[in-house]
């Protein structure tokens, strides 16, 4: 069995990405950590604790970082709904919150297996920030970081710049990009266009009539909507999923280059952009690998897979 740790601000996406981590059948969460960023971080953990029932997994959700490093807290709700699930209030879980915090878990968890556990992270970076600034020790205990993030053509989805997960604590995604950690950030520009799921894959997933095909587009209704009226996408955007496909099989990434990667964190025109010297101009070391292009086709039959 593979382990994963799942870092997440969990909203209708990052639900979804949990969902087929947790039916993948080679692979063990050993445990999620919640972070403040689609919602408030209280909110994150009961909708992750509630994606954990649903799948009948008892996975541990550890409370983690309530607020950004330094910045004020910005929220996803207008695009994920007043509850991240698309506004269907699902009920409070009976799933209690794993004791203790967060990032003390983590660097527990990475620690007692070292060279063994995944990191996969689809929210911001804040709480893998302070647990490589906690304990230095782990950069080369995690074999693999996936790191739904940024976006290597510059075109943001908060921002003309930034995406949301970066934008919303630069500084942490800094700290992090240069950690020395073995990364690959897949920018959500792989969840537009042909990677869209659009109505008849929609009614395909529902076709599948299951608690969890069901939930995969019930919970996203209102990125949906949002999806189509402010970005002018196809349907249904789902950035985390993607990223949480090439970790359960990197091949659907089908280009791929270390480049030199930093986060601009002074500017506010330019916040939180990822800016990938693709050209190598800066003469600067590759710290970064970058997923340049993904199996679109691939990746939705995953996702149909886990649903099933």
């Known amino acids: 069995m593979r382990r994963f740790w799942i870092d997440t601000d969990t909203a209708s996406d990052d639900a979804v990405a949990i969902l087929m981590a947790l039916r993948w059948p080679d692979v063990q969460v050993e445990g999620i950590s919640v972070v403040a960023g689609n919602v408030h971080v209280e909110m994150g953990a009961k909708n992750a604790r509630y994606t954990v029932e649903l799948s009948g997994k008892k996975t541990p959700v550890y409370l983690g970082a309530a607020r950004p490093l330094?910045?004020?807290?910005?929220?996803?709700?207008?695009?994920?709904?007043?509850?991240?699930?698309?506004?269907?209030?699902?009920?409070?879980?009976?799933?209690?919150?794993?004791?203790?915090?967060?990032?003390?878990?983590?660097?527990?968890?990475?620690?007692?297996?070292?060279?063994?556990?995944?990191?996969?992270?689809?929210?911001?970076?804040?709480?893998?920030?302070?647990?490589?600034?906690?304990?230095?020790?782990?950069?080369?205990?995690i074999p693999m970081c996936?790191?739904?993030?940024?976006?290597?053509?510059?075109?943001?989805?908060?921002?003309?710049?930034?995406?949301?997960?970066?934008?919303?604590?630069?500084?942490?995604?800094?700290?992090?990009?240069?950690?020395?950690?073995?990364?690959?950030?897949?920018?959500?520009?792989?969840?537009?266009?042909?990677?869209?799921?659009?109505?008849?894959?929609?009614?395909?997933?529902?076709?599948?009539?299951?608690?969890?095909?069901?939930?995969?587009?019930?919970?996203?209704?209102?990125?949906?909507?949002?999806?189509?009226?402010?970005?002018?996408?196809?349907?249904?955007?789902?950035?985390?999923?993607?990223?949480?496909?090439?970790a359960l099989d990197p091949s659907i990434c089908t280009k791929r280059g270390k480049h030199y990667v930093d986060v601009e964190v002074t500017s506010e025109l330019t916040r939180g952009m990822t800016v990938v010297d693709q050209l190598g101009v800066t003469k600067q070391d590759a710290n970064i690998e970058v997923c340049w292009a993904i199996d679109a086709v691939r990746w939705k039959e995953m996702l149909y897979k886990t649903l099933q």
């Open 70 to 141: 330094v910045r004020e807290s910005v929220w996803g709700y207008f695009f994920h709904g007043d509850d991240g699930m698309g506004n269907m209030n699902y009920p409070e879980p009976k799933l209690p919150l794993a004791k203790g915090r967060a990032v003390d878990a983590l660097i527990q968890a990475v620690r007692a297996s070292p060279g063994k556990l995944t990191l996969i992270t689809i929210g911001p970076l804040t709480n893998i920030a302070l647990a490589l600034k906690t304990a230095s020790d782990i950069v080369e205990k």
């Open 146 to 246: 996936y790191i739904m993030g940024g976006a290597a053509a510059t075109l943001g989805n908060v921002t003309p710049a930034a995406e949301f997960n970066i934008y919303v604590d630069p500084e942490a995604a800094k700290i992090v990009f240069h950690s020395g950690l073995p990364i690959l950030m897949v920018g959500w520009e792989h969840c537009r266009g042909a990677a869209n799921l659009v109505e008849e894959e929609i009614s395909h997933v529902r076709s599948l009539k299951t608690p969890y095909a069901d939930f995969a587009i019930d919970c996203n209704a209102h990125a949906i909507a949002t999806n189509q009226n402010w970005l002018g996408e196809p349907c249904l955007a789902l950035p985390d999923p993607v990223t949480m496909a090439i």
